[in-house]
């Protein structure tokens, strides 16, 4: 028990640390004057130091790698809010759609500086296909108008896993990358399903891929995973990530409770 203490302890602080670093980088006082601070995925960012805090990098190139990653996860998710509405924007969203690219870009432009740092030219070039692959399978979900339960799986798990697979084949350390591919899927159909139950609940139009999403089998995939991840939680080392894991769990039975309560499953 007092092992398991001291690992949810360590992990917590560096990740403390990690975030507070990341904060620093990013900070600008006028632009999250008018869009939104970006977050900073803490599950993400454990699942990054899990695979990297055992691999052979002294420590300096580990903080500039997660580090970098880290902001291209950010960048990626800002670029992700950028509405495409033009018709509803007056001045100010014009304003805040427009900065929010730029700052899309800028953190970009963070991760490619500090990353190269370490000089790892390979990396560089191998962390860009996962970037490409992201692009491709977001254009592809959001331009879906019939999508199965497979599609979205698919392209979900694209989206939300491909810089933690890319950066654990490079360091050799695919040793849990099937728990962490379950868990990183997890959490994105539980941010899913939060909107779907939201955007249900008050009766807005949603995009046209969520009608898959309310039929039994993406509802079994959903439990298959669930059910993959309640046995892998037996088998990871770091506790931190494991309580990580149990809470994403607990949220995605309870969507699920909640939207059977309300009659959305087909």
Request: aromatic share 10%.
């Amino acid at each position: 028990m007092e092992v398991q203490v001291m690992r949810v302890e360590s992990a917590g602080k560096k990740i403390v640390q990690y975030e507070r670093e990341i904060r620093s980088h990013i900070y600008d006082s006028f632009v999250w004057r008018h869009i939104e601070e970006p977050v900073i995925d803490e599950d993400k960012l454990a699942v990054f130091l899990a695979i990297l805090s055992h691999s052979d990098v002294e420590e300096q190139s580990l903080t500039n790698y997660i580090l970098s990653i880290m902001l291209m996860q950010i960048a990626l998710d800002t670029h992700e809010n950028v509405t495409n509405d033009m018709n509803k924007e007056d001045s100010h969203e014009l304003r805040k759609r427009q900065l929010t690219i730029l700052a899309g870009d800028y953190y970009s432009g963070l991760y490619y500086h500090i990353l190269a740092r370490t000089e790892d030219v390979s990396f560089i070039k191998e962390f860009s296909r996962g970037i490409q692959v992201i692009n491709e399978s977001k254009v592809e979900l959001y331009r879906s108008k019939e999508a199965s339960a497979e599609f979205l799986f698919s392209h979900m798990e694209s989206i939300e896993t491909v810089l933690a697979e890319k950066t654990a084949a490079y360091f050799d350390r695919e040793c849990n990358m099937s728990f962490f591919k379950d868990f990183l899927l997890l959490k994105r159909v539980n941010q899913e399903l939060a909107l779907l139950e939201s955007l249900e609940y008050r009766k807005q139009e949603v995009p046209s891929y969520y009608s898959a999403m309310l039929l039994p089998p993406f509802l079994n995939g959903v439990e298959a995973i669930q059910n993959r991840m309640e046995k892998g939680i037996q088998a990871v080392e770091c506790e931190d990530m494991a309580n990580r894991a149990r809470k994403v769990l607990a949220e995605s039975r309870g969507h699920i409770n909640n939207m059977m309560e309300k009659g959305l499953f087909g």
